[in-house]
């Protein structure tokens, strides 16, 4: 298998202008994928509105309408895409050559008994990303996306996520420790604490996504 700093570097370009939360939790995505023996590539992340509109005329006419369905890659015209605002990432599978790569969601290139795409599904919903191929429209297997609460609307008048939970302000910040590190700060609200699962990866804190509750559970 190639290794880790090989496959990171196959993604390095596509992470710049990423919104720094979003960059942070790909990497862990990356990382977390090749530990469980899934190297994957991010082979979208911050898009044009120009890109945007280029891939939308895939399969359409001039005045937008659909000729061709099966060259249709995406509904969102340019500045309706979160990401377009840096806010989204989408991925293919690598192969073992390091040079190719998939988007076979029936692959298990590691041969454990689970198709290689859901594995890296799973770790992303873990670490906080909305994923594509949950969606009841225009089902996106390859796209993960942290919206904060931010609607496209939002993003389109230039709204940014830290501006969107005013509440943030009145929560009380408490330093953690977790097996014996120390992690970032965390928020106490209404008599829970809220910790981000990007620093319980970092930690090493054993955590999955259990999709049928839809919550992040701590343990292995």
């Given amino acids: ?65 659909i000729i061709k369905p099966k060259d249709v890659v995406t509904n969102a015209r340019g500045g309706r895409s979160y990401h377009n605002y840096g806010l989204a990432v989408d991925y293919a599978l690598l192969m073992p050559d390091g040079a ?65 939970k005013e509440e943030e302000n009145q929560l009380d910040k408490v330093k953690t420790t977790i097996n014996g590190k120390a992690a970032a700060d965390a928020l106490v609200y209404e008599g829970s604490t809220y910790i981000k699962v990007s620093e319980l990866a970092k930690l090493g804190v054993p955590f999955y996504w259990d999709n049928s509750n839809k919550t992040v559970v701590l343990g292995k």
């Fill in 100 to 164: 190719t790569v998939t988007w076979d969601t029936a692959r298990d290139g590691d041969k454990d008994g689970q198709r290689d795409w859901f594995e890296v599904a799973a770790i992303g919903k873990a670490l906080g990303f909305e994923w594509g191929g949950d969606w009841d429209h225009f089902v996106d297997m390859p796209h993960f996306q942290m919206t904060f609460g931010l609607t496209l609307d939002d993003c389109q008048r230039g709204k940014q996520p830290h501006e969107v």
């Fill in 1 to 65: 298998m190639t290794t880790l700093s090989y496959v990171k570097s196959k993604s390095a370009k596509r992470l710049e202008g990423l919104h720094p939360s979003v960059r942070l939790a790909t990497e862990r995505l990356i990382e977390q994928s090749y530990a469980a023996g899934v190297p994957i590539v991010i082979t979208q992340g911050l898009r044009t509105i120009a890109e945007q509109d280029a891939l939308f005329a895939k399969g359409r006419d001039a005045n937008g309408k």
